[in-house]
């Protein structure tokens, strides 16, 4: 087996008769270079297949034009708008994204971030794994003077830009409305605790509770990773309870998807036995039967300012960061799931 020889400005140079620099120089639109040379120069580039270094181009310049982002995963319509919108935004500023996913591991977005400052990305915009407690490698990019932008999920701790929306308020709201729909035992499937914006999400509920003198039964809050297959687990728990809730608020659509189909399978009715809430508003949440009332967090939006917040950032010759939060206003859309009056 042959191994492949990547072409080089010095095999061009060979072929040519003349210099590396002046390759390069002929590559780069040179004035100093004769329409002639780089004219040959080109053809012969084109010939032997040469692709640029763009990481040594980087490193000459200082300058990428490339954008980290790490999400926790890519297949969920919240970080697959969110990257679309911000995408739109950079292209049109003469940037490029490099997307990476940690699928919710800690391990695995160390990888990611370590990969990206090798790329000599000019700013990284992250969304933290569930499993992120040590934010070490996040100092670490800040460390190299790069721009850290958070959003959704973040930590205070690491004193950057967030852009997100009020998770207390959100659990607030939800309770209120199921509160507003009769209901008196209502449980929670959060995220884990460790993570602050299920942390928030947890305390809104708790507070919420407390606000309507409502039981807080520690039977009825679960802590869990928030995927169909978990929904599908803490809502079978939640059933086999002597005394059942008659409201479930999940953290997350996907594992309110997995709610959804234990109690359908049970032929439990919603709403009029157990109302089921999500968060997230994922577009399959108003195609499920009954449909699923959702919190909307505005992703196009995060989207859009996380690419903002960057840009401004990448306009200036130092990088000065500091806590400054842009927090949207959550929206419940109220379905079937959960209007019984």
Same mark, same amino acid.
């Given at each position: 087996?042959? *191994? $492949?020889? /990547?072409?080089?400005? +010095?095999?061009? @140079?060979?072929? &040519? #008769?003349?210099? !590396?620099?002046?390759?390069?120089? %002929?590559?780069?639109?040179?004035?100093?270079?004769? *329409? $002639?040379? /780089?004219?040959?120069? +080109?053809?012969? @580039?084109?010939? &032997? #297949?040469?692709? !640029?270094?763009?990481?040594?181009? %980087?490193?000459?310049?200082?300058?990428?034009?490339?954008?980290?982002?790490?999400?926790?995963?890519?297949?969920?319509?919240?970080?697959?708008?969110?990257?679309?919108?911000?995408?739109?935004?950079?292209?049109?500023?003469?940037?490029?994204?490099?997307?990476?996913?940690?699928?919710?591991?800690?391990?695995?977005?160390?990888?990611?971030?370590?990969?990206?400052?090798?790329?000599?990305?000019?700013?990284?915009?992250?969304?933290?794994?569930?499993?992120?407690?040590?934010?070490?490698?996040?100092?670490?990019?800040?460390?190299?003077?790069?721009?850290?932008?958070?959003?959704?999920?973040?930590?205070?701790?690491?004193?950057?830009?967030?852009?997100?929306?009020?998770?207390?308020?959100?659990?607030?709201?939800?309770?209120?409305?199921?509160?507003?729909?009769?209901?008196?035992?209502?449980?929670?499937?959060?995220?884990?605790?460790?993570?602050?914006?299920?942390?928030?999400?947890?305390?809104?509920?708790?507070?919420?509770?407390?606000?309507?003198?409502?039981?807080?039964?520690?039977?009825?809050?679960?802590?869990?990773?928030?995927?169909?297959?978990?929904?599908?687990?803490?809502?079978?728990?939640?059933?086999?309870?002597?005394?059942?809730?008659?409201?479930?608020?999940?953290?997350?659509?996907?594992?309110?998807?997995?709610?959804?189909?234990?109690?359908?399978?049970?032929?439990?009715?919603?709403?009029?036995?157990?109302?089921?809430?999500?968060?997230?508003?994922?577009?399959?949440?108003?195609?499920?039967?009954?449909?699923?009332?959702?919190?909307?967090?505005?992703?196009?939006?995060?989207?859009?300012?996380?690419?903002?917040?960057?840009?401004?950032?990448?306009?200036?010759?130092?990088?000065?960061?500091?806590?400054?939060?842009?927090?949207?206003?959550?929206?419940?859309?109220?379905?079937?799931?959960?209007?019984?009056?």
């Amino acid at each position: 087996m042959v *191994k $492949k020889k /990547k072409t080089t400005i +010095k095999d061009i @140079a060979n072929v &040519l #008769n003349i210099s !590396p620099a002046a390759v390069s120089k %002929a590559l780069h639109d040179d004035s100093r270079i004769s *329409k $002639k040379t /780089k004219k040959a120069v +080109k053809q012969v @580039a084109k010939n &032997l #297949n040469y692709q !640029p270094n763009h990481l040594a181009s %980087a490193l000459r310049r200082g300058k990428s034009n490339l954008v980290g982002v790490i999400v926790p995963r890519t297949n969920s319509h919240f970080f697959s708008s969110v990257i679309q919108n911000m995408e739109e935004i950079l292209n049109n500023e003469g940037y490029n994204i490099i997307i990476t996913q940690s699928s919710e591991s800690f391990k695995k977005e160390c990888n990611n971030i370590d990969t990206l400052l090798f790329t000599q990305v000019d700013g990284i915009i992250a969304s933290m794994a569930n499993e992120t407690v040590d934010l070490q490698y996040f100092e670490k990019i800040k460390s190299k003077g790069i721009p850290l932008i958070l959003f959704d999920r973040g930590e205070n701790d690491l004193n950057v830009d967030y852009i997100g929306i009020n998770d207390y308020d959100s659990s607030h709201m939800i309770v209120e409305h199921l509160v507003q729909q009769g209901c008196k035992r209502i449980a929670h499937i959060g995220g884990y605790k460790h993570t602050r914006i299920f942390n928030n999400r947890i305390r809104g509920y708790v507070d919420a509770l407390k606000k309507h003198n409502l039981p807080l039964d520690n039977e009825l809050l679960l802590e869990s990773s928030l995927t169909t297959e978990d929904g599908r687990e803490k809502m079978l728990q939640l059933l086999a309870l002597e005394n059942r809730p008659d409201a479930v608020y999940v953290a997350g659509d996907y594992a309110a998807l997995g709610a959804l189909q234990v109690l359908n399978e049970r032929n439990i009715k919603l709403p009029q036995d157990i109302a089921l809430v999500g968060f997230g508003n994922e577009p399959f949440a108003a195609m499920v039967t009954p449909s699923i009332t959702s919190i909307n967090q505005h992703s196009a939006e995060i989207g859009k300012q996380a690419a903002k917040v960057f840009l401004e950032h990448a306009k200036k010759d130092t990088v000065n960061q500091s806590l400054n939060k842009i927090i949207l206003k959550a929206e419940l859309v109220i379905r079937d799931s959960s209007r019984l009056k």
